[in-house]
C-alpha cells in the first residue's frame, strides 16, 4: 500500500489541499516535509504522537523530514479559544526547544538520502525587522480574512492581542521559508491548524509563485467526550520519563476504552493493516483480554522507552497482581508503579490495617480486618491474617516499599519513610 493509501486508510488525512496533487507529487518522488511543534511546556505529550508517527512513517515511505520546534512562535503562542497565553521567557523557550529536539529525534533518522533535519524559526525570524516583516509577510494577509477563523472569532468577545493575532502571518513565513531554503513544499499538522496551514500554502503561492502542499490530520477524541492524553487526574500523560513514568505511560495505554482502541491502532501503531484488523476483531470478541490495549501499550512504551525499561513495566503489571516477582523489579519501576496506583506514606509502627486505610484499598480499619479473615489480604504478595501488627523491615521490598492487594483487582502501596 502507498503512503497515502496507508494514511488514507488509517484516518490519518482529514483535509488536503489537492488530495491529487498531493499523490502525483509523491509518486514523482523526492518529496520534502515539515511539521512544527510549539514548546508551549518542556514536554510533547501523547497527543503530539500523532504528528511525530506520521512524520515517521512518511520518512519511511521515502519523503525527507524536516522538524521544526518553534523558537519564535513558542514565545508568542497560537491563540486559545479560552484565554491568552502567558508568555514565557526567551531563555525559558530556548530550552524547551533542546528538550523536546531530543525527544523528537529518536523517532526520525537523521542519516541516509532522506535523512531527517532539525529546524528552529527563530533562526530566520530573530533577524527580521518589524518593517520588513510588515512589508514582506504583512502585506500579503487580508484582516477581514484572518478574523474569520474560528478561534479568532471566539476570541473577539473576550479579547485577544495583536500578538496572539499575528501568530499566523509568523507560521506563514515559516512555510515560505522552509521552501526557499530545503526546498519543502509540503505541510502537515493537527486539524486545529488548518487555517494557519493553508495561509501558509497561499502565502508561498503569492511570495515566489510556487504551488505547495499541505494536509491535516484528525484531533484525537475519547469515545466517552475527554481529551485524549489526559489521566485520570486530569493531567497531560507525557513523553518525558521524568514527568510521566514508563510505567504511567504503558497503562494510558492498557487503559485505553474498548471504543478508542481500533482508532488508536490505526493512528500510533506500525503494525500491518492485518495485524491491526486481527486486534480489532479480538476486541469485538473477547474485550476482556485487551489484546490490543496490550499491544499497543508494548509497541508504544517500547518505541518511547526501549525494550528494556517496557519489559521492566510488564513485569510490574504482573507482579502488582501476584503474577510475577516483585522482588526482582528495580526500585524505580516499582515506585512508579506504586506511585500510578495509590502510594501512601507509612511509620515503622503503622500497622498493615491502617497502611491498607490510607492507600484506600479499603474504607475503614475493620473493613481491613474482616478482609483479613476472609483470606483477601496480600502484602507483596504474601497473604496476611494479621492486621494489627506493623510489616517487618525485613518483609519490606527495597526496604521501604509494601504491595498492599486485596482480593485479585484492587492494589496500592505504602512507603515506610522512618525506619
Known sequence: MDIIDDLTWRGLIQDSTDPEALREAVDAGGLSFYVGFDPTAESLHVGHLTQVLTARRLQAAGLRPHLLVGGATGQIGD?????????????????????IQGQ????????GSDAA???NNLDWTSGMDVISFLRDVGKHFSVSKMINREVVRARLETGISFTEFSYQLLQSNDYYQLNERYGVSLQFGGSDQWGNITAGVDF??????KHVHAFVTPLVLKADGTKFGKTAGGGNTWLSSELTSPYAFYQFWINADDRDVAKYLRYFSFKSREEIEELEEATREKPAARLAQRALAEELTTLLHGAEECADVQAASKALFGRGELAELPEPTLRSALAEAGLAEAGAETTVAQMFKDAGVVGSLGEARRAAKEGG???????VTEVNEPIASEKLLHGRYAVLRRGKKTVAGAEVTSR
Open 104 to 111: 523528537i529525534e529518536p523517532f526520525l533518522d537523521f542519516e
Open 117 to 119: 533535519v532539525m529546524v
Open 204 to 209: 508561498v503561492r503569492r511570495s515566489n509563485g
Open 79 to 99: 491563540p486559545r479559544q479560552t484565554s491568552e497565553r502567558n508568555l514565557n521567557s526567551p531563555e525559558t523557550v530556548a530550552g524547551w526547544v533542546k528538550k
Open 377 to 383: 489480604v496480600y502484602v507483596n504478595n504474601e497473604r
